[in-house]
């Protein structure tokens, strides 16, 4: 049973530069929830999308929006990239209202 | 806004030994969820134990056990006989448990744990 997938692992950009970032939930999950983690810090929730809308909404500017498909997956763009963009993006998954979150590896960001 | 605090950026271990880990807590909810998550070097985010507020019982799984002190809003993870695969980097979290933040998981800093063989 495959977890939650993260593509691409890594990725180096430059600032101004847009980014968009993939993941696929665990099997059977439908809601899909983004955390932006710095380093040396605890995750910071970005947004969570379920059927394929967004329901919450952290304190983010507008340069972060998602989108997630019909078959669960979902991406995460963000524009205009700034040096404090960089961070280990983190996908997690869970279903209907258990809330038992299940996490990827990450993506890490590097703007330069 | 709920909050979560973990006061101790670092800690050690000896191997076999037991090591306690902190967090407090600020909310104004009466009904949530308390998680223990660990980060290992491979970073994927591993859920080590939850507590429902609701339960006065503490949690334990294996080797890893809560002190879990609502009124207090303390949340303090005990790890017994530790071992070298215990070294990673602890977040406590928090979520409320009914309602529009129901997927919403604020984590403190982290704790990192080095376990000393």
């Known amino acids: 049973d495959a977890g939650v997938t993260q593509s691409p692992t890594h990725l180096i950009k430059t600032r101004g530069q847009q980014v968009t970032l993939r993941c696929s939930p665990k099997?059977?999950?439908?809601?899909v929830s983004w955390y932006q983690q710095a380093l040396g810090q605890g995750p910071q929730f970005i947004f969570q999308?379920?059927?394929?809308?967004?329901?919450q909404r952290g304190n983010f500017p507008d340069r972060f929006s998602g989108h997630q498909f019909p078959n669960y997956s979902s991406e995460l763009n963000v524009n205009a990239l700034l040096l404090g963009d960089s961070a280990l993006y983190l996908c997690?998954?869970?279903?209907?209202?258990?809330?038992?979150?299940?996490f990827g590896e990450g993506s890490r960001l590097t703007v330069l | 806004a709920q909050t979560v605090t973990q006061s101790q950026p670092e800690m050690s271990v000896q191997e076999a030994e037991t090591v306690t880990l902190s967090c407090t807590y600020d909310?104004?909810?009466?009904?949530?969820?308390l998680f223990w998550y660990k980060q290992p070097p491979s970073r994927q985010m591993i859920l080590v134990i939850r507590?429902?507020?609701?339960?006065?019982q503490n949690a334990t799984e294996n080797r890893f056990s809560v002190n879990f002190q609502k009124a207090a809003k303390s949340f303090s993870l005990k790890i017994s006989d530790s071992q070298l695969g215990d070294a990673a980097m602890y977040f406590c979290?928090?979520?409320?448990?009914?309602?529009?933040?129901?997927?919403?998981?604020?984590f403190g800093k982290g704790t990192l744990l080095t376990v000393n063989p």
């Open positions: 507590q429902e507020a609701y339960k006065q």
């Open positions: 909310t104004s909810e009466s009904d949530y969820y």
């Open positions: 999308y379920y059927e394929e809308e967004e329901r």
């Open positions: 099997s059977g999950h439908d809601t």
């Open positions: 997690a998954s869970n279903r209907g209202n258990t809330g038992e979150l299940f």
């Open positions: 979290a928090y979520r409320i448990l009914y309602g529009g933040s129901n997927y919403k998981l604020t």
